[in-house]
């Protein structure tokens, strides 16, 4: 029988990678996310869940452990924040080459210095081009649910790919929320056990990894680009999959909150949703033709999806939670990408919430506002940080 | 065996992309037919008369290139060692000398 709990977004993770019935997990405690690893090692030693935990000396090991895992066809399962996604950066990249499906969790927290635990977004889309999927979850629900449907993505035999299931530091990693457990029969029905057809075996022995030479290297990137570029459909009908089985629906790849037909859409990522959810209902009570779309997977990008919702558009304003040196936010870039030669709108990057500086809903509201006051005034400037002490007067007054 | 040739064994001559698989995965033995010893400048000569088996340099060996057999001592894998001379390094009785491989082909 399937159980509500109240868990927090990292016991949300664990349990997920427990009904996903992960065989091999290798991990190092790091904050925020210690608490995903020790309850799976607790799962373990209690006998509940059947899984190799494997303690590693540093996060790079990690994802080497779990990519060799992944090689002898275990289903492998690894959690992570920061820094410590910062010296997996390699592996990640590995995982991703070798065609590997190792899921991950990270929790989103600020990259240091100065040293920070909270809640941003850099970490993650630091690691943008490594070829891993990026789920942004919303709350601990879609952190469970995102687990379980990354392993039944990744393992396709189209797709074969890793992933990361990421969640926001604190505000999801420890906070508890009532989230559906649900019967394992169910869970092992939509995810049907890891069984590739090339993997290492003493009885038919593989070679992995071998040199390509520059008359083959383009070639062998070609094919994984390729299974890169069916992402964004096999997301798409898994979802629905996952909707029809567990009556839920994670989002795929953007979710639309109240945007037909809107002159202002406001765009955000990970848990600041559901707060900017409630402004836009307030913004439309109060007579603004105002809209919301999640963005839920950054990688793959839903590009097809943001020319869609913005036709009809005036002003598109992107909520960042990260900033990238001589870049900006990377949202708002990868937007802009998406619309070059497609639409002709105003778009502006809000710079928000670093190192997990609070967004109440008075400050969100204020930001939607200036946005919905560029239709008037046109655009001011491209990219605002939001709430700096310097001018918190007009933010919070 | 040419380097292209290794690459490829499990699918017998691609002609593009999509003929490959996934990704680099190669029939085995592929190492065993690409033989890298050549890439040595030392070579490990073990002195039968001294070797007492202990298979010290055996669990060293960073190449896997050396068995040590009965009644034979240690028996270096010359295809596959590189020279390092970490087994002259480590043999307790001071069995193996690093000599010149020039002095060898
Ligand atoms: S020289 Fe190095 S590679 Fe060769 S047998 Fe000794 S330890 Fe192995
Ligand atoms: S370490 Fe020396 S004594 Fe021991 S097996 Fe090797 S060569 Fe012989």
């Given at each position: 029988?399937?159980?509500?709990?109240?868990?927090?977004?990292?016991?949300?993770?664990?349990?997920?990678?427990?009904?996903?019935?992960?065989?091999?997990?290798?991990?190092?405690?790091?904050?925020?996310?210690?608490?995903?690893?020790?309850?799976?090692?607790?799962?373990?030693?209690?006998?509940?869940?059947?899984?190799?935990?494997?303690?590693?000396?540093?996060?790079?090991?990690?994802?080497?452990?779990?990519?060799?895992?992944?090689?002898?066809?275990?289903?492998?399962?690894?959690?992570?924040?920061?820094?410590?996604?910062?010296?997996?950066?390699e592996m990640l990249m590995w995982a991703?080459?070798?065609?590997?499906?190792?899921?991950?969790?990270?929790?989103?927290?600020?990259?240091?210095?100065?040293?920070?635990?909270?809640?941003?977004?850099?970490?993650?889309?630091?690691?943008?081009?490594?070829?891993?999927?990026?789920?942004?979850?919303?709350?601990?629900?879609?952190?469970?649910?995102?687990?379980?449907?990354?392993?039944?993505?990744?393992?396709?035999?189209?797709?074969?790919?890793?992933?990361?299931?990421?969640?926001?530091?604190?505000?999801?990693?420890?906070?508890?929320?009532?989230?559906?457990?649900?019967?394992?029969?169910?869970?092992?029905?939509?995810?049907?056990?890891?069984?590739?057809?090339?993997?290492?075996?003493?009885?038919?022995?593989?070679?992995?990894?071998?040199?390509?030479?520059?008359?083959?290297?383009?070639?062998?990137?070609?094919?994984?680009?390729?299974?890169?570029?069916?992402?964004?459909?096999?997301?798409?009908?898994?979802?629905?999959?996952?909707?029809?089985?567990?009556?839920?629906?994670?989002?795929?790849?953007?979710?639309?909150?109240?945007?037909?037909?809107?002159?202002?859409?406001?765009?955000?990522?990970?848990?600041?949703?559901?707060?900017?959810?409630?402004?836009?209902?307030?913004?439309?009570?109060?007579?603004?033709?105002?809209?919301?779309?999640?963005?839920?997977?950054?990688?793959?990008?839903?590009?097809?999806?943001?020319?869609?919702?913005?036709?009809?558009?005036?002003?598109?304003?992107?909520?960042?939670?990260?900033?990238?040196?001589?870049?900006?936010?990377?949202?708002?870039?990868?937007?802009?990408?998406?619309?070059?030669?497609?639409?002709?709108?105003?778009?502006?990057?809000?710079?928000?919430?670093?190192?997990?500086?609070?967004?109440?809903?008075?400050?969100?509201?204020?930001?939607?506002?200036?946005?919905?006051?560029?239709?008037?005034?046109?655009?001011?400037?491209?990219?605002?940080?939001?709430?700096?002490?310097?001018?918190?007067?007009?933010?919070?007054? | 065996?040419?380097?292209?040739?290794?690459?490829?064994?499990?699918?017998?001559?691609?002609?593009?992309?999509?003929?490959?698989?996934?990704?680099?995965?190669?029939?085995?033995?592929?190492?065993?037919?690409?033989?890298?010893?050549?890439?040595?400048?030392?070579?490990?000569?073990?002195?039968?008369?001294?070797?007492?088996?202990?298979?010290?340099?055996?669990?060293?060996?960073?190449?896997?290139?050396?068995?040590?057999?009965?009644?034979?001592?240690?028996?270096?894998?010359?295809?596959?060692?590189?020279?390092?001379?970490?087994?002259?390094?480590e043999c307790p009785v001071d069995a193996?000398?690093?000599?010149?491989?020039?002095?060898?082909?």
């Open positions: 029988m399937s159980e509500t709990r109240i868990v927090s977004g990292n016991f949300a993770a664990a349990y997920g990678a427990k009904l996903s019935r992960v065989e091999v997990v290798a991990a190092y405690p790091i904050t925020p996310q210690t608490e995903v690893v020790e309850k799976i090692a607790e799962l373990v030693a209690d006998g509940e869940m059947d899984a190799e935990y494997i303690k590693v000396e540093s996060e790079h090991s990690a994802m080497a452990a779990c990519i060799a895992a992944s090689n002898t066809g275990a289903r492998a399962y690894t959690a992570s924040s920061a820094h410590g996604l910062a010296l997996m950066h991703a080459g070798a065609r590997l499906p190792v899921v991950m969790t990270n929790i989103n927290r600020a990259m240091g210095p100065p040293w920070s635990v909270w809640a941003d977004h850099h970490d993650t889309l630091a690691q943008k081009g490594t070829g891993q999927m990026q789920f942004f979850c919303e709350n601990n629900q879609e952190v469970l649910d995102s687990v379980i449907m990354a392993f039944k993505i990744c393992e396709d035999e189209e797709i074969m790919l890793p992933a990361m299931v990421v969640e926001d530091a604190f505000i999801l990693s420890h906070t508890k929320e009532p989230v559906e457990i649900y019967d394992q029969e169910l869970v092992d029905d939509f995810l049907p056990p890891y069984d590739p057809d090339y993997k290492i075996d003493v009885d038919q022995p593989l070679g992995f990894g071998s040199l390509g030479m520059p008359d083959w290297y383009m070639d062998f990137r070609y094919k994984k680009a390729q299974a890169f570029e069916k992402t964004p459909e096999k997301i798409q009908e898994v979802n629905k999959e996952f909707k029809e089985v567990f009556g839920r629906d994670p989002g795929g790849l953007i979710e639309e909150y109240k945007t037909d037909g809107v002159d202002v859409l406001i765009v955000t990522m990970g848990s600041i949703s559901s707060t900017s959810k409630d402004v836009i209902d307030e913004l439309r009570d109060e007579g603004h033709n105002v809209g919301l779309a999640r963005l839920r997977t950054f990688r793959p990008f839903p590009v097809e999806q943001f020319r869609e919702i913005t036709k009809g558009v005036n002003v598109v304003g992107v909520l960042d939670r990260n900033y990238t040196f001589g870049h900006g936010g990377d949202a708002a870039r990868e937007i802009k990408d998406a619309l070059y030669g497609h639409r002709d709108l105003i778009l502006k990057d809000y710079i928000v919430g670093l190192g997990g500086r609070d967004l109440t809903p008075k400050i969100l509201k204020k930001v939607m506002l200036d946005a919905i006051s560029l239709q008037d005034k046109g655009l001011d400037k491209e990219i605002e940080w939001v709430d700096l002490r310097a001018d918190r007067k007009k933010w919070r007054g | 065996m040419s380097e292209e040739e290794d690459i490829f064994r499990i699918v017998k001559d691609p002609k593009d992309h999509t003929d490959l698989p996934r990704t680099e995965i190669t029939d085995c033995p592929s190492h065993l037919m690409n033989k890298t010893g050549s890439w040595r400048t030392l070579r490990p000569i073990v002195d039968k008369e001294k070797c007492i088996e202990c298979g010290i340099c055996w669990k060293f060996c960073p190449d896997v290139s050396i068995e040590v057999k009965e009644g034979e001592g240690a028996v270096v894998d010359y295809d596959f060692c590189k020279g390092c001379g970490i087994c002259a390094k193996i000398d690093m000599e010149k491989e020039a002095d060898y082909v």
